[in-house]
């Protein structure tokens, strides 16, 4: 990488999105296992203190090893393996597994974590598995392996179609980092139900209503919905080792009045039914914005830019595109997990602070967290408050609790 990539890469204005060992931790906070992250503190601390709103309400066991720089230098691995034993020694109720993240001290030092979780299995009777992180990418990325860790290991049974409803769902990638509000989740229950689908298992996090975990009955879904990139590894997995289609989209998130949310919340509903039937999987705020974008791709007019999470950013571009129709939209994927068709060509997948500048400078109007604003290239701000209007869209991996006061704070008002 050249000294001009670098700088582009590099962040200045802007914080970077919370990280993957926070995204994993968050991922498995309430699938009732234990969660121990091999790390001196920093990692815990940052996870604790800006990325998790659940503490108050329902506790969890998350864990750090307190990783010294002479059992790193030594290779010391012993502590690690006896202090989850003995943390585990000293609960009243067995966790269903143990999930050991990385940080990138042991990750540099190539640390054995396959052989650790082994030992940490064979001495407790507990399934234990190793969740890929080292800290250097976003939630995302730490979610998403949670979540396709957790199906490797817990999902060995084979389909019964039997026991298939034809109307069970599987809620994939449900995190706080795009669900910070328990109403969200009563929303997203309400509305399938009135559909007349049922819930087969919930991958992220649950309200006073609804409960996360059932991880072993997704087998049994008859569709997945993936509510956000986080569960996009684990909808591949049950798409090609169960034959389970997925549908991706959040209809939780939208820019629009009622009638039109009503609009993209029926194409998510008549997708997840033509999916159950045809077996195929589907996205549905792409298909809404490759027809309607591409008939307007030539046109010089003012851009309405969505910027962030793909799926959370992308469904909301869709319904403002029903919306109002005729209008330019562009999406702009911000954070690292893009892949099984969550975005397509036209979409923007900006790498740095300078090149999510360059990508809103020439639009009319941007919906993102705030603090998204400040990104520049060089001394030069992508946002110009004179030329440009910002309308709010608090985002908790990228500006942690700064914005968030009620629901509402997530609804923009366009």
Not at 291 to 318: D, H, L
Request: aromatic share 8%; charged share 20%.
């Amino acid at each position: 990488m050249n000294r001009a990539d670098f700088k582009k890469k590099t962040f200045t204005h802007i914080p970077v999105y919370s990280g993957d060992v926070s995204g994993a931790a968050s991922a498995l906070y309430e699938m009732g296992g234990m969660t121990v992250i091999h790390d001196p503190s920093g990692c815990n601390s940052t996870y604790n203190t800006h990325d998790e709103l659940r503490w108050e309400k329902k506790e969890s066991l998350i864990y750090i090893s307190g990783l010294r720089e002479s059992d790193a230098i030594r290779g010391n691995d012993s502590r690690l393996i006896n202090d989850t034993l003995s943390a585990l020694s000293s609960l009243k109720q067995r966790p269903s597994f143990i999930a050991v993240c990385n940080s990138p001290v042991p990750d540099i030092i190539g640390t054995d974590f396959s052989a650790i979780t082994r030992l940490i299995e064979l001495r407790s009777g507990i399934r234990t598995f190793y969740v890929p992180t080292n800290a250097m990418h976003d939630y995302t990325t730490g979610a998403a392996n949670a979540f396709l860790a957790l199906a490797r290991r817990f999902l060995t049974s084979e389909r019964l179609s039997a026991a298939r409803s034809g109307k069970s769902v599987n809620l994939l990638g449900l995190t706080p980092f795009e669900f910070p509000y328990e109403s969200q989740i009563d929303c997203l229950y309400s509305l399938l139900e009135d559909a007349g689908l049922t819930v087969a298992s919930n991958w992220g996090r649950g309200s006073a209503r609804h409960s996360a975990g059932s991880i072993e009955r997704a087998v049994l879904a008859d569709v997945s919905l993936v509510v956000s990139s986080t569960g996009i590894l684990a909808a591949d997995y049950l798409y090609r080792n169960y034959g389970i289609p997925y549908v991706i989209g959040n209809p939780v998130f939208s820019t629009s009045p009622s009638a039109s949310l009503d609009l993209f919340q029926r194409k998510t509903i008549d997708s997840l039914y033509a999916a159950m039937e045809s077996g195929s999987c589907e996205n549905v705020y792409m298909d809404i914005l490759g027809v309607s974008q591409w008939k307007i791709r030539n046109e010089a007019s003012p851009v309405t830019a969505f910027i962030g999470e793909p799926v959370m950013m992308g469904s909301a571009a869709a319904s403002f595109s029903l919306s109002h129709p005729g209008k330019k939209v562009r999406l702009i994927a911000a954070t690292e997990t893009k892949s099984h068709g969550l975005i397509f060509s036209e979409v923007i997948s900006p790498c740095g602070e300078a090149e999510i500048a360059d990508a809103i400078s020439d639009c009319s109007t941007i919906l993102g967290d705030p603090l998204l604003k400040n990104a520049a290239h060089g001394s030069k701000r992508g946002f110009c408050s004179d030329k440009q209007r910002w309308i709010d869209m608090p985002h908790l991996a990228m500006s942690g609790r700064m914005f968030i006061a009620s629901p509402k704070a997530f609804i923009p008002q366009m």
